[in-house]
């Protein structure tokens, strides 16, 4: 390669990706300085209003820092959060931890001004000690006067200590609650339809699954599959699934025996949209609409999406699944997205909100991703002001942020159903639409 100009050497490279690494973290060291200064002019006396993590879509009420750190305005960190372009989840742990080092772990927060640790370091650490006690996060920090020089497992392993000495009855609680830690978990789809599994069971549970897979995965394999081992022991397990899911569990009464609810099995449900594609795609012919769509072809679009794993997805990907054994499939009516029928109650009919929901995906507030269907559907111009119960006038947020359009200076303005303009109390502009959160340039008016 000749550019013109000799290449620099390995030894200039390096020095030059460790000079940025350096601007990098100063850069940070800086606005950990500007959250320390913001938390200082937001803290509020007592527990209404407080900001608090969350744990999935229920807030646990836990504050974003631990004992002995302030508490801060829920209202007032949602602006700084939508300033430092994060999402509302990632925003308020991020600036938690920047408080839990500030107030609790002192001698972490000095190494990071110092430069003699990574602020992502610190922020591990901070993870580690939010849930401690006041006494037992100081004496973690206490221990770490050279946190450079802490591996993760000495840090973990000096957490535990912590606990045991400053919280020995928390200790034993955890102790003999860590069955209840056990869990089963599903990932996000990837861009080939595949998830992967992690979970945490009884061993004797564990045994029992693996034992299970093991067969049938052997079966498999006696009845001519010539996959490999694991791929086979995906089968049997997805096997295993659907064997349940094909039973119709029948709920009796306690008392008497009756049958008095069922649990259906699996179930899908395929939601066909009218788009120019599918409209260009497919020609319709007949006299009567089941004539029309006898010659309708769905998949004509070869690109489709599965709301439970909130992904694009193929339609051979599609109609794979539709062919699973004991699969009930329900086909709801064409759905217009951009269809307007409004109602004259307050309240919203399931139709509507299916509109709302496939149409948003999301909560619409800034930089959020909570899924549309665990929303509250707001009326954008209130129904008690003529607002209309209309797909048009309904905007998905999410409890938090439906809260704070009601409840605090935060405003939309519905530029065309879908696409959002927000206003943060000091005049930040969002743009919010399907391509997600854009920050429009604003100017903040001047300090009072």
Known sequence: MDLGTRAPSTAVLLSRLSAGIEARNQLLVEEWAG???????HVIAGPEGVATLTEGYLDTGVPIAGAGAPLVSEFALMELIAVLGRTPDGGRAYVGRVIECAWRLPHVYDAVVAGRLAPWRAERIADLTRPLSAEAAAFVDRQL?????????????????????????????ERREA?????????????????????????????????????RAETLARLGDDSSLDVRRSK????????????????????TGEVVDTVPGRKVVLN?????????????????PADDLAGWNPFANPVGRWEEGRCPITSAQIREWLRARHTTIIV?????????????SYEIPDRHRTRVILRDHTCRFPHCTRPARACD??????????????????????????????H????YDTLMPGTYLWTSPHGHRFRVDHRGTHPLRATPPPDE
Do not use: M, Y
């Open 272 to 288: 066909v949209h009218v788009t120019d594609t599918t409209l260009t795609d497919t020609t319709l012919a007949g006299d009567s």
């Open 145 to 173: 006067w050279d946190a450079s020089g802490v591996g993760w497992a000495q840090l973990e392993r000096l957490v535990t200590e912590a606990v045991l000495r400053f919280d020995p009855e928390h200790a034993e609680a």
């Open 179 to 215: 069955a209840d830690h056990r869990h089963f978990d599903i990932g996000e789809v990837d861009d080939h339809g595949l998830v992967h599994l992690d979970g945490v069971l009884d061993a004797a549970d564990g045994h029992d699954l693996n034992q299970a897979v093991a067969r």
């Open 332 to 344: 709801r009516p064409v759905i217009d997205l951009g269809d307007h029928v409004p109602v004259g």
């Open 236 to 255: 049997a397990a997805a096997e295993l699934a659907r064997h349940d899911l094909a039973l119709d569990l029948l709920i009796p009464d306690h008392d």
């Open 35 to 41: 959250i320390v200064e913001w938390a200082s002019d």
């Open 408 to 411: 605090s200076a935060w405003h």
């Open 377 to 406: 559907l707001d009326h954008a111009r209130p129904h008690a002001d003529g607002g209309a119960t209309c797909p048009c006038n309904l905007v998905p947020l999410c409890r938090r942020h439906h809260r704070a359009k009601t």
